[in-house]
């Protein structure tokens, strides 16, 4: 049998969850296409096993290319948003207004292999996009999967052919299954089910039989072998032929074999018991992946109890009409696009479809007003990640939304608690319109989700689409333009920008709601700072922080932290260096348990106590924050961090270091598009630095040390930065070598505490500050530089978030005397 293991996870390609079986001639046949193509599309009917032909291709090819990336499109139904869910699949962000531009300057950049999956409903723009990317990217090949040719000049288009059967007269032989791939697949999966299931001269008339009524098509021959459990072979193919008898007038204007397909998944339909089908065909409500908590509260009523949910569940996935995928440690669900399509038209009609839509838009909803909810606090990693999994179910949400006509369709939700209550102080719950609920939602969003992630484009998007179905004045409104603006700013879109954030500021006043007041001038208050109107910034921004005094939703206890912090920079740059310190306490002490904020201030903070030449605070600070930022995936931030620290490294002498530490952060822009954010004098102290490295290294020097930077890894500078790098591993082994030389202070060092956040090399060294050793001392009784005792004393300070050495010595003996009690 033609049969391949499954391969290990490559990229972000999906791991292999059952064997892959055949398709060895289509595999060669796809390497060749592309060694003389840059473009081959996989077309056939649906169930013929394109997605996974390709991706076995992709992944097995994987070694000649710097990247593998695929972007699935099934979910997908806004054509505007391919670019960005190509370039998120990527693991680009979205800060630029082009974001078309990022992607093409990121794929130019090495050599990648991009799987478009599932092109057919968004045929014209994946066909503008491999079009584009093909002309800019010179080492860029795709492989891409539709119903029909994307017609693109340069494309190969490969039709993929259902298995190889046997004739009905072909000679039994043990070769079989290797000589006909749907043999071979229908043998491998019935062996999942039966472990003793093998081809005989007794049933090979019966299995040729099967895999010639179902045309070789994998899914349904898939789908067939799991029935195996209960029939025979031969009482497989007597029923389903009777099947074909009663479904010949069905498939009107379906080809053979996509009648054969239907057939057969009708067949497997009308085989579930009612509850089994009224919950399946509801789950076609789910555009991509979806849990057990989704499936509870859309998917029962009406027949279905929620407590058989999981038993119903379990059932579908033992029939291969669901799949099982896990992410991050949980579980979700996925069904195949071919069997949601057949799904679908089993409702009972438009008003069953109607009311699940309204079901989902509502549930997804709740789930942002949650995640809202438990924002500030120890779950917001979870929901940072939870968002991220469901944002193709909120993409359906909000275009549900601005689909209602006349945005009829009401929604109830709880007000008060996230801070979109049409008037200051309400409580309880209102009725609000479709469109004003999918604003709201898009509000949230943009606090929880797109500027965190930096997917300022998709936030925009939402926005101005929402902003635009929804055109009565009130406080939601004004602060959907002010978060517009924000995001605009920050992508350089200073037109956009200073149109919303007047039109914001202007409706928050003629309201007169405190909230919307409050942040609107906090956006107001961020684009003087950044023309250099400070005085007027001042003002704005301590506007904002009295009337976000006191609210306790989470957009205003965020708004109040960014407001101090730029109030603290507008205090730096007029030499009020007393004002700036207690404003960056103050934001220290808001930030306890919001991690997305805290890393934000810290990096803040150490800028502005760069600005004032406090070189060991700055330091200090930034390494705190780039600690924070790689423990919250937040790449911004990193390259926000590392730049700093680049210029750190410059007012301190280290050229080298800081043109090197400059070339990773061009890095991190290509990977994460996650450049620093250079606005106003930000982009003046960037210049500023690079001057000063092409003056001391010259320009040869400087960007010879750019390009080594370049090749370092994010992650790599980042573990450098923060001391848990090769020459802290080295330092390690040292310590290994003396222990077992019976060195006298080995003999007597603490054990190793995992609770502590320090390497065993900081912690070793911070036991040496407590006994009141100086650097010099420590290098020697360590013997290692005192270049490289210095630095771990810095880091042990940051992650500590610690001043002063004395800091360090009490916190080490509170420790040791805790771990005598």
């Known amino acids: 049998?033609?049969?391949?293991?499954?391969?290990?996870?490559?990229?972000?390609?999906?791991?292999?969850?059952?064997?892959?079986?055949?398709?060895?001639?289509?595999?060669?046949?796809?390497?060749?296409?592309?060694?003389?193509?840059?473009?081959?599309?996989?077309?056939?009917?649906?169930?013929?096993?394109?997605?996974?032909?390709?991706?076995?291709?992709?992944?097995?090819?994987?070694?000649?290319?710097?990247?593998?990336?695929l972007a699935d499109l099934t979910g997908l139904t806004d054509p505007e948003l391919v670019v960005e869910t190509v370039a998120a699949a990527a693991?680009?962000?979205?800060?630029?207004?082009?974001?078309?531009?990022?992607?093409?300057?990121?794929?130019?950049?090495?050599?990648?292999?991009?799987?478009?999956?599932?092109?057919?409903?968004?045929?014209?723009?994946?066909?503008?996009?491999?079009?584009?990317?093909?002309?800019?990217?010179?080492?860029?090949?795709?492989?891409?999967?539709?119903?029909?040719?994307?017609?693109?000049?340069?494309?190969?288009?490969?039709?993929?052919?259902?298995?190889?059967?046997?004739?009905?007269?072909?000679?039994?032989?043990?070769?079989?299954?290797?000589?006909?791939?749907?043999?071979?697949?229908?043998?491998?999966?019935?062996?999942a089910v039966l472990p003793d299931f093998a081809l005989s001269q007794d049933n090979k008339t019966a299995v040729v039989e099967l895999c010639r009524r179902l045309d070789g098509i994998p899914l349904a021959i898939e789908l067939a072998a799991v029935r195996l459990r209960a029939l025979s072979v031969h009482a497989l193919v007597e029923r389903l032929g009777d099947r074909y008898t009663c479904l010949t007038n069905g498939g009107l204007g379906l080809t053979p074999r996509q009648r054969t397909l239907h057939s057969l998944i009708d067949w497997s339909f009308r085989l579930l018991s009612t509850q089994e089908r009224t919950i399946w065909t509801r789950m076609s409500v789910f555009p991509a992946d979806f849990d057990l908590d989704a499936v509870e509260v859309i998917c029962t009523g009406d027949g279905v109890d929620s407590a058989d949910t999981l038993d119903l569940v379990d059932t579908l996935l033992d029939k291969s009409l669901l799949v099982r995928e896990e992410h991050g440690g949980e579980v979700r669900y996925r069904?195949?696009?071919?069997?949601?399509?057949?799904?679908?038209?089993?409702?009972?009609?438009?008003?069953?479809?109607?009311?699940?839509r309204q079901g989902h838009r509502d549930y997804y909803f709740r789930l942002v007003d949650r995640a809202a909810d438990e924002w500030i606090g120890p779950r917001q990693t979870y929901w940072f990640a939870r968002l991220g999994l469901e944002r193709a179910h909120l993409r359906a949400a909000m275009e549900h939304c601005l689909g209602q006509e006349g945005g009829a369709a009401g929604v109830t939700v709880a007000?008060?608690?996230?801070?979109?209550?049409?008037?200051?102080?309400?409580?309880?719950?209102?009725?609000?319109?479709?469109?004003?609920?999918?604003?709201?939602?898009?509000?949230?969003?943009?606090?929880?989700?797109?500027?965190?992630?930096?997917?300022?484009?998709?936030?925009?998007?939402?926005?101005?689409?929402?902003?635009?179905?929804?055109?009565?004045?009130?406080?939601?409104?004004?602060?959907?333009?002010?978060?517009?603006?924000?995001?605009?700013?920050?992508?350089?879109?200073?037109?956009?920008?200073?149109?919303?954030t007047k039109e914001g500021l202007a409706l928050a006043e003629r309201l007169g709601d405190r909230r919307a007041v409050a942040h609107a001038?906090?956006?107001?208050?961020?684009?003087?700072?950044?023309?250099?109107?400070?005085?007027?910034?001042?003002?704005?921004?301590?506007?904002?922080?009295?009337?976000?005094?006191?609210?306790?939703?989470?957009?205003?206890?965020?708004?109040?932290?960014?407001?101090?912090?730029?109030?603290?920079?507008?205090?730096?740059?007029?030499?009020?260096?007393?004002?700036?310190?207690?404003?960056?306490?103050?934001?220290?002490?808001?930030?306890?348990?919001?991690?997305?904020?805290?890393?934000?201030?810290?990096?803040?903070?150490?800028?502005?106590?760069?600005?004032?030449?406090?070189?060991?605070?700055?330091?200090s600070i930034a390494l705190q924050s780039l600690l924070l930022s790689r423990k919250h995936?937040?790449?911004?931030?990193?390259?926000?961090?590392?730049?700093?620290?680049?210029?750190?490294?410059?007012?301190?002498?280290?050229?080298?270091?800081?043109?090197?530490?400059?070339?990773?952060?061009?890095?991190?822009?290509?990977?994460?598009?996650?450049?620093?954010?250079?606005?106003?004098?930000?982009?003046?102290?960037?210049?500023?630095?690079?001057?000063?490295?092409?003056?001391?290294?010259?320009?040869?020097?400087?960007?010879?040390?750019?390009?080594?930077?370049?090749?370092c890894s994010v992650a790599q500078a980042v573990a450098r930065a923060l001391g848990d790098d090769a020459q802290d591993q080295g330092d390690q082994g040292d310590r290994?070598?003396?222990?077992?030389?019976?060195?006298?202070?080995?003999?007597?060092?603490?054990?190793?505490?995992?609770?502590?956040?320090?390497?065993a090399r900081e912690q070793e060294i911070a036991e040496l500050i407590a006994q009141g050793l100086s650097n010099k001392e420590i290098s020697s009784t360590l013997v290692i530089a005192q270049r490289t005792t210095e630095g771990h004393v810095e880091h042990i300070l940051a992650k500590l978030g610690f001043s002063s050495r004395t800091q360090i010595a009490a916190w080490t003996t509170a420790r040791k005397a805790g771990r005598r009690d």
């Not at 069904?335 to 109607?354: I, N, Y």
């Not at 092409?694 to 040390?705: D, I, N, P």
């Open 633 to 711: 995936h937040d790449p911004h931030n990193v390259a926000t961090s590392l730049e700093l620290l680049a210029w750190v490294h410059a007012a301190r002498g280290r050229h080298r270091e800081a043109a090197h530490l400059l070339g990773v952060v061009e890095q991190a822009g290509d990977v994460f598009g996650a450049s620093p954010q250079r606005l106003g004098r930000q982009v003046e102290f960037h210049e500023q630095c690079v001057a000063v490295l092409k003056e001391k290294l010259g320009a040869e020097g400087f960007a010879r040390a750019v390009r080594q930077g370049r090749r």
């Open 335 to 356: 069904m195949l696009d071919t069997l949601r399509q057949f799904a679908r038209g089993r409702l009972s009609g438009p008003d069953e479809w109607a009311a699940l």
């Open 1 to 69: 049998m033609a049969r391949t293991a499954c391969l290990r996870q490559v990229g972000n390609l999906p791991a292999d969850l059952t064997s892959f079986v055949g398709r060895r001639r289509e595999l060669t046949e796809i390497r060749r296409m592309l060694s003389v193509s840059r473009l081959v599309t996989l077309t056939g009917v649906g169930g013929v096993g394109k997605t996974r032909l390709a991706l076995r291709a992709a992944a097995e090819q994987h070694r000649a290319f710097d990247k593998v990336v």
């Open 736 to 759: 290994r070598h003396r222990r077992d030389r019976g060195g006298e202070h080995a003999a007597h060092r603490e054990p190793e505490d995992d609770s502590s956040p320090l390497t």
């Open 415 to 500: 007000t008060g608690a996230r801070g979109v209550t049409e008037a200051t102080g309400a409580t309880g719950a209102m009725a609000v319109t479709a469109v004003t609920a999918g604003l709201r939602v898009a509000t949230a969003l943009a606090v929880l989700y797109w500027q965190p992630n930096s997917y300022f484009n998709e936030g925009r998007h939402w926005i101005d689409r929402l902003l635009a179905a929804s055109p009565e004045p009130s406080a939601l409104r004004a602060q959907a333009f002010c978060y517009g603006a924000e995001m605009a700013h920050v992508q350089s879109d200073e037109a956009a920008a200073d149109l919303m």
């Open 521 to 619: 001038s906090r956006v107001a208050g961020l684009r003087v700072l950044t023309a250099g109107d400070w005085t007027t910034a001042i003002s704005l921004l301590e506007r904002s922080i009295a009337g976000y005094e006191g609210l306790r939703d989470t957009p205003s206890r965020i708004g109040i932290v960014i407001a101090m912090i730029i109030r603290a920079t507008a205090a730096t740059y007029l030499g009020d260096a007393q004002e700036a310190d207690r404003l960056f306490a103050r934001t220290l002490d808001l930030t306890e348990g919001n991690g997305s904020c805290r890393v934000w201030a810290l990096t803040i903070g150490a800028s502005n106590l760069w600005i004032r030449g406090d070189l060991d605070r700055a330091t």
């Open 91 to 191: 693991g680009l962000r979205d800060q630029s207004t082009r974001p078309l531009d990022a992607l093409s300057h990121f794929l130019a950049a090495q050599r990648t292999l991009l799987v478009l999956d599932n092109c057919e409903h968004l045929r014209d723009a994946c066909a503008r996009l491999a079009d584009h990317l093909l002309r800019i990217a010179p080492e860029l090949r795709i492989i891409a999967t539709s119903r029909q040719s994307l017609g693109v000049t340069c494309e190969h288009q490969m039709p993929i052919a259902p298995l190889s059967v046997p004739e009905p007269d072909a000679p039994f032989t043990a070769t079989l299954p290797q000589a006909y791939d749907a043999v071979g697949l229908l043998v491998e999966r019935a062996r």
